[in-house]
C-alpha cells in the first residue's frame, strides 16, 4: 500500500494540489484558536499546511514518506511549521485526551482498520474536541472522478454513525457535489461529510 502512495506522489506536482479541502476550509473557524490537531492520511499536507497557516499546532500521519516529504516542502515554502509521522494507522495509536480536533480527509482504509480508527477518536480528544471526516461513498464509482476502485473502501453516514462512538454529530450527511483537488479529485462526486464532537462524560 504505501509503495503504491510513495509511486503516486513521485512527481513534482502536488496530486490533490496544494489548496485544503472544501469542508476543512468551510469548517475550521469553528476550531478553538491554537488547537492541537491530527491529520490523518494527510499525504502532501494541503490539509494540514493550511491548519498550520491558520495558527493550529498539527501532526500530520500518513504511511507515504514521499508524501510527508512534500508535506514538509509545502509547509516550508508557506512559512509554517507541522510535524509529521510515517506510519501505516494500523500501528498509529491515536492516544489518549491529546487532540483538540483529528481531521480526516479522503482516508480510504480497509474497513476493519476504520473501524478500529474510529474506535479510538472519542477516547483520544480532548474534553469538546472534534472529529471532521469528508470521505467517498459507494456511489462515488459510477462518477470516475477520484476515490478508490472498491465500494468497501469507500463510507456512509449510517457507517459513520455506528462507528464513531461517544461522538455527537452536529452534521453527517451524505452528498453529490463538484470537487476540483489537483488531478486526481476531479467532477462531480459523491461523498459523506461529517463533523461531531467528543461527548463529555
Ligand atoms: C486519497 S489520499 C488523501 C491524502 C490527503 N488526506 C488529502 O486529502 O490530500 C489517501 C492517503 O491515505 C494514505 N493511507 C492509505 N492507507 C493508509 C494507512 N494504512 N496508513 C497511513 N496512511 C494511509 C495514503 O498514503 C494517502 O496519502
Redesign the pocket.
Known amino acids: 500500500?504505501?509503495d503504491?502512495?510513495?509511486l503516486?506522489?513521485s512527481t513534482s506536482e502536488?496530486?490533490?494540489?496544494t489548496e485544503p479541502?472544501d469542508v476543512l476550509r468551510e469548517q475550521e473557524p469553528q476550531l478553538l484558536r491554537g488547537s492541537k490537531i491530527l491529520?490523518?492520511?494527510?499525504?502532501?499536507?494541503?490539509?494540514g499546511v493550511f491548519l498550520a497557516e491558520r495558527g493550529h499546532s498539527v501532526t500530520s500521519?500518513?504511511?507515504?514518506v514521499i508524501?510527508l516529504e512534500k508535506a514538509q516542502q509545502l509547509a516550508l515554502e508557506r512559512g509554517v511549521e507541522i510535524k509529521t509521522v510515517v506510519?501505516?494507522?494500523?500501528?498509529?495509536d491515536l492516544g489518549t485526551g491529546q487532540w483538540d480536533a483529528i481531521?480526516?480527509?479522503?482516508?480510504?482504509?480497509?474497513p476493519p482498520?476504520r473501524v478500529k480508527i474510529h474506535s479510538q477518536v472519542s477516547r483520544a480528544l480532548r474534553k469538546g474536541g472534534v472529529f471532521l471526516l469528508?470521505a467517498y461513498t459507494p456511489d462515488q464509482l459510477q462518477h470516475h472522478t477520484?476515490?478508490?476502485p472498491f465500494a468497501e473502501l469507500m463510507m456512509s453516514e449510517t457507517l459513520l454513525r455506528s462507528e464513531l462512538t461517544g461522538m455527537e454529530f452536529e452534521f453527517c450527511h451524505e452528498r453529490e457535489r463538484e470537487i476540483h483537488?489537483?488531478a486526481?479529485?476531479n467532477g462531480i462526486s459523491s461523498v459523506v461529510q461529517c463533523f461531531a464532537r467528543r461527548i463529555d462524560p
Not at 502536488?14 to 494540489?17: F, L, N, S
Not at 491529520?39 to 490539509?47: I, P, Q, T
Not at 500521519?61 to 507515504?64: I, N, P, R, Y
Open positions: 500500500m504505501k503504491q502512495w510513495n503516486r506522489y502536488y496530486v490533490y494540489g479541502n491529520c490523518l492520511a494527510d499525504g502532501e499536507g494541503r490539509n500521519v500518513d504511511a507515504s508524501g506510519a501505516d494507522l494500523a500501528e498509529f481531521v480526516s480527509i479522503f482516508c480510504h482504509v480497509p482498520l469528508e477520484g476515490g478508490p483537488e489537483g486526481l479529485h
